[in-house]
Structure formats: structure tokens, C-alpha cells
T-cell receptor, first 118, second 112 residues
Framework: GAVVSQHPSWVICKSGTSVKIECRSLDFQATTMFWYRQFPKQSLMLMAT?????????EQGVEKDKFLINHASLTLSTLTVTSAHPEDSSFYICSARVGSRRSQETQYFGPGTRLLVL | AQSVTQLGSHVSVSEGALVLLRCNYSSSVPPYLFWYVQYPNQGLQLLLKYTTGATLVKGINGFEAEFKKSETSFHLTKPSAHMSDAAEYFCAVSGSASKIIFGSGTRLSIRP
């Protein structure tokens, strides 16, 4: 089946530094990937939609300059948390969409990246 | 716009008992509905999804859900709970833009 990987699986960084998280579709190509954020014991909140070769579409309330998304190829999207602060600590999950028609679409989720900002 | 409401943040059942996790949705377009499971510190795994057609959807691990348009519900059931079913379960809805909106989640505990 379709597999989505994320790297790193967890990261600890100092406040003020930037952190890059990679999301890869291992055995399929994905023109669209999604980035979610999940706080402890809470649901997933969609942050942005990442389209290959174009700018990401951010959800309301998500800072574009804070969370930089790049979708340079059909198998890789990256999320960079710039100048991270403790409030950015969270579980970040990506998903990759397959299927060109809505009735055939499926999203496959990565295992998540846990970010802790000290 | 789409939204999902999961009734009950925590459900506890005995091993072998019926599992029922409730989900109601709101959608301005014909919805696609999903149930996902999340084990601790892991990503999400799709249990089942409804797109069109048959309203009773069977998924993995013995789970099934029924789409009831008149009740705007998509409840998840399993006839007999197993200890390995303990996890967080998310109901989700997708509209025409393919964005998935998740409910708040229900933590399922299984008593021996």
C-alpha cells in the first residue's frame, strides 16, 4: 500500500532556531500534500495545502512566514518552522493525496513529527 | 463548509462488548466521511470511508459504519471489542475541496 514517511520523527531545538520537517511519499507521486498540527489530546488541525510547483494555501490563522512550506517534487514536501518558540511545540503530521477524481481520492498519513522547542 | 461532532471524548467498554462511537456531520455539499484510528505517538490509519453508494461501509479490523443522511450521522461500530482496539478514533468529513476536517476524537478504552 501507499506509504508516507516523515523525517525526523522527533526533534528538540532551542527557541529561535528553525526546524525543517520532510514528508515523502515513498511509492507513489502526490501532487497535493497536507500539513496538520495536533496538540496533546486534541484533534488534527489543517495548517496548509501543499501543491507541487506552486505556493501553498494556508488555513486562516496560520502564519505563512512562520510555517514555510515547499513542495519541490511529486514525492517531497517540507515544512520549516522558522524562529521556533515553545508554543510551536506540537505533533506535526503530513498526508499525501492520491487519485485524480474526488470519488477515487485517498489521503495517506505520515507517522508524524514531534517537535519540542525549549 | 463542513464540520464534525464526535459525541463522547472517552468511551470505555468491556472486552467482547459492542463498540459504538458516535459521529454527526454538517456539510453544504454531499460529504465524504471517514473514520481514522490513531495509536499513541503514531500517525493516522484509515479504518473506512464512505463516498457514494452503499450506506453501510465495512472497514478493517471488523469495524463498520453506516451513513444516515436523514440523521447526518456516521456512527462507527464493532460487534466485539478486542484489547488491541484501544486507541483514539477520529471521524472526519471532506467536501468538494478535498480538505479533510477532523472531529475532536474519541478515546476508546477496553476493560479486561
Amino acid at each position: 500500500g501507499a506509504v508516507v514517511s516523515q523525517h525526523p520523527s522527533w526533534v528538540i531545538c532551542k527557541s529561535g532556531t528553525s526546524v525543517k520537517i520532510e514528508c515523502r511519499s515513498l511509492d507513489f507521486q502526490a501532487t497535493t500534500m497536507f500539513w496538520y498540527r495536533q496538540f496533546p489530546k486534541q484533534s488534527l488541525m489543517l495548517m496548509a495545502t501543499s501543491n507541487e510547483g506552486s505556493k501553498a494555501t494556508y488555513e486562516q490563522g496560520v502564519e505563512k512566514d512562520k510555517f514555510l512550506i515547499n513542495h519541490a517534487s511529486l514525492t517531497l514536501s517540507t515544512l520549516t518552522v522558522t524562529s521556533a518558540h515553545p508554543e510551536d511545540s506540537s505533533f506535526y503530521i503530513c498526508s499525501a493525496r492520491v487519485g485524480s477524481r474526488r470519488s477515487q481520492e485517498t489521503q495517506y498519513f505520515g507517522p508524524g513529527t514531534r517537535l519540542l522547542v525549549l | 463548509a463542513q464540520s464534525v461532532t464526535q459525541l463522547g471524548s472517552h468511551v470505555s467498554v468491556s472486552e467482547g462488548a459492542l463498540v459504538l462511537l458516535r459521529c454527526n456531520y454538517s456539510s453544504s455539499v454531499p460529504p465524504y466521511l471517514f473514520w481514522y484510528v490513531q495509536y499513541p505517538n503514531q500517525g493516522l490509519q484509515l479504518l473506512l470511508k464512505y463516498t457514494t453508494g452503499a450506506t453501510l461501509v465495512k472497514g478493517i479490523n471488523g469495524f463498520e459504519a453506516e451513513f444516515k443522511k436523514s440523521e447526518t450521522s456516521f456512527h462507527l461500530t464493532k460487534p466485539s471489542a478486542h484489547m488491541s482496539d484501544a486507541a483514539e478514533y477520529f471521524c472526519a468529513v471532506s467536501g468538494s475541496a478535498s480538505k479533510i476536517i477532523f472531529g475532536s476524537g474519541t478515546r476508546l478504552s477496553i476493560r479486561p
